[in-house]
């Protein structure tokens, strides 16, 4: 088994590539629906949700989250975000404070920061 493992060791990973134009591409997550290609508006929340680092949340959340596809529910969907980190923090912050919920709580700050100096950009 190690001899398999060392002799693998080696091996590249590829990443995933959009099925449309074969580019690499990231893997956002399970509940995650692409918009047809030609909705240009909902590329450009999902260009400026990437760009923030919030993306995976989109494909990785309880249930499936509708892109926003005007400037003004992209920045009601990330006012609302926000609002739910704040509370995560608050609920973390309440827990017992071990090394996971420091975790949590400087990604829930993190991610808020990204979204006022967004908001702060489109004003």
Partial sequence: ???????????????PKCPEC?????????????PKSNNVK???????LHEIG?????????????????????NDFLAELKASYEWNIKKW?????????KNQIKYFSEAIKKIDK????VK
Avoid: C
């Avoid at 088994?1 to 990443?15: H, P, R, T």
């Avoid at 993306?55 to 003004?72: C, D, H, M, Q, R």
């Avoid at 912050?93 to 996971?100: F, H, L, M, R």
């Fill in 1 to 15: 088994m190690l001899a398999e493992i060392s002799a693998n060791k080696d091996i590249e990973e590829i990443g």
């Fill in 93 to 101: 912050a309440t827990i017992d404070y071990s090394k996971d919920n």
């Fill in 118 to 121: 967004h908001l702060e950009r």
């Fill in 42 to 48: 909902a590329w450009t929340s999902i260009k400026v």
């Fill in 22 to 34: 074969g580019q690499p591409t990231n893997w956002i997550g399970p509940k995650f629906r692409a």
């Fill in 54 to 74: 919030l993306l995976n949340f989109i494909g990785w959340a309880k249930s499936y989250v509708e892109i926003p596809e005007t400037k003004k529910s992209l």
